[in-house]
């Protein structure tokens, strides 16, 4: 199958994810979530990269990134990806022994208005709906848990959202989300097409020469 079109510019909200080979699960303690965060504060500085929301799962992870000048996803997730690597096989002294993820990161552009909250919630209540807590915020390894609970500089990972908070926030993270918006990221993760108003993604997939990322590959997994 032929490799997918990077589309890689600035001032776009990107949807980035990424899953550990054959499923395996690659965040086992407290250590190796922590590992995780310490790339990405390093690479956020390094980059000078805006980091909206993420969720860190046992074996695959979120972002939520908004770029500042074009090419600066496929710099930023290189660092973050070979560093990540390279520092989970010290400390699990697996040196030389392969890749950890299934292939390269998955991007997908989301529109930047109510599409944009709606990707956000997708992301932060991923752990509640895999069941791993009761209430998405009480997940420690999550941007959630950054906003409502970090210390001063934990919150500095993260950057100012492109839209308002809603003040019922919490309450709307934590009720189920719409079965027609969860299928619409799904799809986007599935087919690699942008996720927003369809009028929309049909200028964004037309202006990047999307074309052939909008073919249907099956059926979307669970626990996306």
Not at 153 to 159: A, E, N, P, V
Request: net charge positive; glycine share 4%; hydrophobic share 35%.
């Amino acid at each position: 199958m032929p490799r997918v079109n990077r589309v890689d510019v600035a001032n776009q909200i990107y949807h980035v994810l990424n899953r550990a080979n054959a499923r395996m699960q690659i965040f086992d303690s407290n250590k190796d979530y922590q590992l995780f965060e310490s790339v990405l504060e390093e690479a956020k500085e390094k980059f000078d990269m805006r980091i909206l929301a993420y969720s860190i799962m046992p074996n695959h992870w979120h972002l939520v990134l908004y770029l500042k000048n074009d090419g600066d996803l496929q710099i930023f997730m290189r660092w973050v990806s070979m560093t990540h690597t390279q520092r989970w096989h010290a400390e699990k002294k697996t040196a030389g022994q392969g890749h950890i993820y299934q292939g390269r990161y998955k991007s997908f552009i989301c529109q930047n208005d109510s599409h944009f909250l709606t990707l956000v919630r997708y992301v932060e209540r991923n752990s509640k709906k895999a069941n791993l807590v009761k209430k998405a915020e009480n997940w420690k390894w999550g941007s959630v848990w950054r906003r409502e609970n970090g210390t001063e500089k934990q919150k500095k990972l993260l950057s100012e959202w492109i839209i308002e908070e809603p003040k019922n926030y919490l309450k709307y993270l934590n009720e189920p989300q719409n079965e027609n918006e969860e299928k619409a990221i799904q799809n986007s993760i599935l087919r690699g097409s942008p996720y927003g108003e369809d009028g929309w993604r049909n200028k964004v997939i037309k202006k990047f020469k999307l074309e052939s990322t909008v073919k249907t590959r099956g059926r979307p997994k669970k626990g996306s």
